[in-house]
């Protein structure tokens, strides 16, 4: 009762400039645009009664960086398929999600969910359909690098990796400038 966990973070470059100023591009990278778990395995002792609860698999890490030739407003949207407000995974599961370690040209910055308002935190729970921005003293910042960490943790009910045949599970987050 083998699964293979395969989670694509989707990496969705703009290619139109961020500011209106601005006269190339600003560019999106990650350092791991696909995250593998491997294969899965029923945890030993697992018990029909416990099938429903949820299973976190190892937090990762996945390095974000934004570049651009010149200071500009920065931001980056959160889509992906969503169930309860959380980032969908497999049939059952989600995906948790985290934002921290950010910088913008060096210095240490906080971030903040545009919907939300606020002065921004050091680490930040998203979700798809978010625009996040990072801040300092409640006020959006403009740059030309922006760096933060992003921390996926999956979570599915044990329920899902007792099917007799090897499935793909997988789950999918696109990070997208913002324009």
């Given amino acids: 009762m083998m699964k293979r966990l395969c989670l694509p973070l989707g990496l969705g470059l703009a290619f139109a400039a961020l500011g209106s100023q601005a006269a190339e591009p600003c560019h999106l990278q990650l350092d791991h645009a696909q995250l593998d778990y491997g294969q899965l395995q029923l945890p030993a002792g697992t018990t029909l009664d416990r099938f429903s ?3 976190s698999l190892a937090t990762r890490k996945v390095r974000v ?4 030739p010149q200071p500009s407003p920065l931001a980056i949207d959160l889509l992906g398929a969503s169930e309860g407000g959380l980032a969908r995974f497999a049939d059952a ?3 948790n999600l985290r934002l921290l370690e950010a910088m913008v040209d060096g210095r240490a910055v906080d971030l903040a969910n545009v919907d939300q308002g606020g002065t921004g935190l050091r680490e930040l729970d998203v979700r798809p359909g ?4 990072p801040v ?12 933060m960490s992003l921390q996926v943790t999956p979570a599915l009910p ?7 045949d090897e499935t793909l ?4 987050l696109t990070l997208q400038l913002a324009e």
Wanted: charged share 15%; net charge positive.
């Fill in 93 to 95: 599961g989600q995906l």
């Fill in 158 to 164: 044990l329920g899902e990796l007792r099917r007799a």
């Fill in 169 to 172: 599970l997988q789950g999918s």
């Fill in 53 to 55: 609860q949820a299973h």
């Fill in 136 to 147: 300092s003293a409640g006020q959006a910042l403009a740059g030309s690098e922006w760096t």
């Fill in 130 to 133: 978010q625009r996040i921005v």
């Fill in 65 to 68: 960086q934004v570049s651009c």
